[in-house]
């Protein structure tokens, strides 16, 4: 069994953190001038680990080992949200090159070896899964012309020229050359903190089903405007709202998810009734019937408001993912893995997060593993998981490759 | 009867437009330089019509008539909203000024007077009706010195200055000058038009009862954090306002108005479960004893999702003014005035809006008179009023004002 190395990983999980270090966590935005020279080191320590490094024409970072025999490609995203933590994505690509050194130095796995990928922009900055969907030639050059950076508008063309990975071909998986994929990541939630555990293994990836809703009202004075002359954009999306929550409670089960992340009102001021209100509404489940029936569901009842009036209601799809089921015998591998390293500590769940896996599984049998998220805080600087934990995850996530390549 | 000129108050109404033009409407905000150049033009008419002018120490314009016998003070407000409409406050302050001309010249009216005031700050850049509770005494050097443009952030105490109005003093009403206040404005609601009525005689101006709710949950990943570990300050804020909706609703008279203007959630993006939601919950009504019991309940309701959880919920007083009662004699004066010039097209009816006559009724008889507004708009720069229904009001304005000096 191959056995990894704790101080070289958690050593080049420091190295990594100090580019574009911010507070304890780092802001290295895709493609900028950080994530740039982070997908540079990246590309050196591959090198040193004994894989033939490519950054490819949509910044992917993949390293290719000499192996002649069975394959596993393996890793995760190197680049952060906006100031947010030091291990969501950069956790998985380490675990990847990590397993591909131990396994490299294991001479019981003698031939079988593990290429390392670090997917571009898997945190969206520019547009959805970006790199991991190119990988799998699901991205079209239009896509990328298109493509703007959604904190400063500057388009991707502009950020991959001055990278100096314009015109450099995109790389696509080559067909027949893995047995699989596997990918490795913090939690993100506190299932496992809570439950004291301390492997995550993904049953399946939730599909994110995202609406962008609009109320065309009438703006006008708060005081002067009686109730029944007004057109109220502001309540009638509080009562849409409140009537989507209220029917997502009776219609779920305990792993779905909702949420209104973002409420606008137009104008936005105490005396002056809104004009017009936009909010996202979303929700979350690994069963795509479900996903279907609800959304049919949903849309009814926003058209009914609409029809009700007095305003007008819209609705827009903003994506409809559909769930990603893990490979069960990768599965059965994580938890022989995990019982081994971490006897009961382990257990099955989902991901209510996106994640590369998801596009990856659409042509190749994949897997993922989640190491705990200490207050399972993402996307904020604070996000943090303990030094065992991630000496264990790596341990686990390693030996549940070898499984895999030894069968 | 005094009988107003049309032309003389429609060249002054033009002319007025003109200082700070933006579209179709005005942008002279408080105290900016368009504000103090309209100020300034107002103190040369009011010279133009006999009255000595005063700009007094925190920008009230008054004109102080000759006149030995009964007199009443009229007028309004001469600043705008941001992009907003030539008639809001400047119809009010040229009735007025059109009233003191009609009245000096009517000889039956020998003795009487009509002194006429533009106050301050009604729409309140910098604060709630400053010149008004000026003028009555009850605005505080310290208020003055705290008070900052809601815009720009500019201190009151620097715009006065560049208008070189700093170290007036500040005018207040002479007690026993005055039979009471007149106040003409555009009503600001659909309720005239509506009913193909032209004359609007304010029986009351409603109280705002304005509060600031906070909600403070956890922000989180809205796709790993699952329902029952979530702390989501947006949907607990969109339950609320739904709740405090469902009450007002079943709990209210016809003219009782309630609004949520303004919502915010923190960090407001699709995939990230709130943090921090606020928004501002407000309702009007002519009823103080309603007023007191509708805030006892909706803050029982916000102390009890607070008290739930899982989220923090606070409310905050923004503002509470009192409901103010009109003079039944002077709304006689108001009726009788409106049935000559106008037989059948006048209403009595409540003001919804907040104006400086519900600051004057403290000290003195209040009246105020609507005209229509097209559209039921207003703070838009497309508000507007017909040329015909702005002399009637003026006629209709003059005469009531002058049934109460022949008294």
Redesign the interface.
């Known amino acids: 069994m191959p056995t990894i190395n704790p101080e070289r990983l958690l050593g080049d999980l420091y190295a990594l953190r100090k580019i574009g270090n911010y507070k304890t966590g780092v802001h290295r935005p895709t493609l900028s001038p950080d994530d740039v020279k982070a997908r540079q080191w990246l590309a050196g320590r591959m090198t040193d680990t004994g894989l033939a490094p490519t950054i490819d024409g949509i910044g992917n970072v993949f390293g290719k080992c000499a192996a002649s025999g069975r394959k596993i490609l393996a890793g995760s995203h190197i680049e952060s949200q906006n100031h947010a933590g030091w291990l969501d994505g950069a956790l998985g690509v380490l675990f990847a090159l990590e397993a591909s050194r131990a396994i490299s130095e294991d001479k019981a796995l003698k031939n079988a070896g593990v290429d390392v990928i670090a997917f571009c922009d898997e945190e969206g900055h520019f547009g959805s899964y970006l790199g991991s969907r190119s990988f799998i030639g699901d991205v079209t050059e239009d896509e990328i012309d298109k493509a703007k950076d959604r904190t400063h508008g500057r388009p991707m063309r502009a950020a991959l020229a001055e990278a100096d990975y314009a015109g450099r071909p995109r790389l696509q998986f080559e067909p027949g050359r893995y047995a699989g994929f596997f990918e490795a990541h913090i ?5 496992l903190e ?1 439950s004291k555990l301390k492997i995550g293994v993904v049953t399946a990836i ?1 599909g ?1 089903w ?1 609406y962008r809703i609009k109320v065309v009202g009438q ?12 057109r ?1 954009a ?2 009638t999306m ?2 849409l ?2 009537a989507f ?1 209220q029917h997502m409670k009776k219609n ?1 089960t ?12 137009d104008p ?7 004009g017009e ?1 936009r909010a ?1 509404f ?1 929700f ?1 489940d690994t069963d795509a019937a479900f996903l279907e029936k609800t959304e049919s569901e949903l849309l009814a009842m926003a058209k009914q408001a609409d029809q009700e009036g007095p305003c007008q209601v819209s609705v827009e799809v ?1 994506r409809q993912s559909s769930p990603a089921l893990m490979d069960e015998s990768f599965q059965q591998a994580l938890d022989e893995a995990g019982e081994k390293h971490a006897p009961n500590l382990w257990t099955r769940m989902p ?4 994640h590369d896996a998801q596009h990856l599984a659409r042509v190749m049998p994949s897997a993922m593993m989640f190491v705990p998220s200490i207050g ?5 600087w604070t996000e943090n998981t303990s030094d065992e934990d991630i000496a264990l995850g790596s341990q686990v996530f390693t030996d549940a490759i070898a499984r895999v390549l030894a069968r």
């Open positions: 939690e993100q939630g506190a299932t809570q939730v994110l995202d703006q006008n004075h708060a005081g002067t405007t009686t109730m029944k002359q007004r109220d502001g309540m509080i009562r709202m409140s929550d779920t305990p792993r779905t998810v909702w949420t209104c992340g973002k409420m606008e009102f936005g001021a105490p005396s002056i009734i809104p209100a996202n979303q979350r903003v991901s209510g997060a996106g399972g805080i993402s996307h904020h």
